[in-house]
Each structure stands twice: as C-alpha cells, then as structure tokens.
C-alpha cells in the first residue's frame, strides 16, 4: 500500500513562495490532492486532480506531480496561509484512501 | 447546498462501542456517485481514513481497524453510521465525515469523542 511522506514543517517568510513534498514511489502514477486545515477546523481541499484549483480558493495555491514527489507551492505567502497541509491519494488498487502525514506550514 | 452534520456520544468507556452518525442535508446520499466516509484525528496528529460506503452498501476499511469497524448507510434517513467496536483510549479523536469522489470536496465540522472510564 501507499505512504506518503511528507515534511513535518516548512517555513517561509511572509511574500515569498511555500513549497511542501508528497512523496512516494512512482506518484506520478498516481493523483494527488491537498487539504489546508487551520487549527480547529475541518480539512478544505485547496487542489485536486494534482493541479487543479476548486472555487474560491486562491489562485496562490498550485500543485504539481512527477516522478515520485508531488509538490503543492503557495505563492506570495500570507500569515493566513499559516496551516497544516496534507496530500492524499486513492489507491485504485485496494479501494482505499491514504493520507500524506501532514506539514505544518509557519509563516516567519 | 449540501452539509454534513456529525452527532453521537462525545464520551465512550474502554471496551464499548463508539457510534456516530453523519446526517447529509441539501442533496441526497443516493446522487452523484460519492462515497460516504469517516476519517478521525487522534490528539496533535494527522487525519487518518477510518472507510467508507457507496449508497449502495459496498464497503471499504483502513486494515488497521477493520476487525472493529462498521460503517452503514440509511438512505431513507439519508444519513450514515460508524461503528467501533472495543474502544480504547487510543480512538479518541475529533471524528469526521466527509463525501469521496476521487477526494474530499465537503467535510462535516467534526466531533470529539473521549474514551475514559
């Protein structure tokens, strides 16, 4: 089955641009999609389908996938992006969902 | 629009069953193909997929609770159920439920549930 791993923290200084890693084997293979949680809340999806934005979220948000690394970047970071990111993917093969570890995103 | 709204005990005993209910409003759980799902959050850590249901009743468990789980659906009632059965201090969680299609794309707000004595 999939694990998918992800930094536990990442941190940028307000403005400048967030990178945060998926990573598993051949990801590619594979879509992936990206949650923000804010302490206390539920989850929101930010992109899906790898690379697409849902409406009314931010047009900051992207993802990207290749290889073995799927990468979600948020542009011009603002203190509110302060948050815990998690990928996921379905498991096509087992019907099953699994969870990146999550990363704490700090806004410096 | 749709909503999920979970409702259920927020404090269960070692050893019994934890059951929680997530009722869907705004639309029907027969309509659109999802699959309706619970996913907890243990105290400071990540989300983790508990299963889910297709409408229909199929079924599909995270291995490592699969021995105690349960997840039903009532369409009449439009609304579907967790069951967890020898609870133990290490289910506490902020339980969620969520509609599947290939992710997440609405969440219900979450409950606390506490296994103590």
């Known amino acids: 089955s999939y694990v998918l791993t992800q930094p536990p923290s990442v941190s940028v200084a307000p403005g400048q641009t967030a990178r945060i890693t998926c990573e598993e084997n051949n990801i590619r293979s594979k879509t992936v999609h990206w949650y923000q949680q804010q302490p206390g809340q539920a989850p929101l999806l930010v992109v899906y389908d790898d690379s697409g934005r849902p409406s009314g979220v931010s047009e900051r948000f992207s993802g990207s996938n290749s290889g073995n690394m799927a990468t979600l970047t948020i542009s011009r970071v603002e203190a509110g992006d302060e948050a815990d990111y998690y990928c996921q993917v379905w498991d096509s093969s087992t019907d099953h969902v699994v969870f990146g570890g999550g990363t704490k995103l700090t806004v410096l | 629009q749709v909503q999920l709204q979970e409702s259920g005990p927020g404090l269960v005993k070692p050893s019994q069953t934890l059951s929680l209910t997530c009722s869907v409003s705004?639309?029907?759980?027969?309509?659109?193909?999802?699959?309706w799902t619970w996913i907890r959050q243990r105290p400071g850590k990540g989300l983790e997929w508990i299963g889910h249901i297709f409408f229909s009743g199929n079924t599909y468990y995270n291995p490592s609770v699969k021995s105690r789980v349960s997840i039903s659906v009532d369409t009449s009632k439009n609304r579907f159920s967790l069951k967890l059965s020898s609870v133990t201090a290490a289910d506490t969680a902020v339980y969620f439920c969520?509609?599947?299609?290939?992710?997440?794309?609405?969440w219900g707000r979450g409950t606390q549930v506490t296994v103590s004595s």
């Open positions: 969520a509609r599947l299609s290939d992710y997440f794309d609405l």
């Open positions: 705004g639309g029907s759980i027969s309509g659109g193909g999802y699959y």
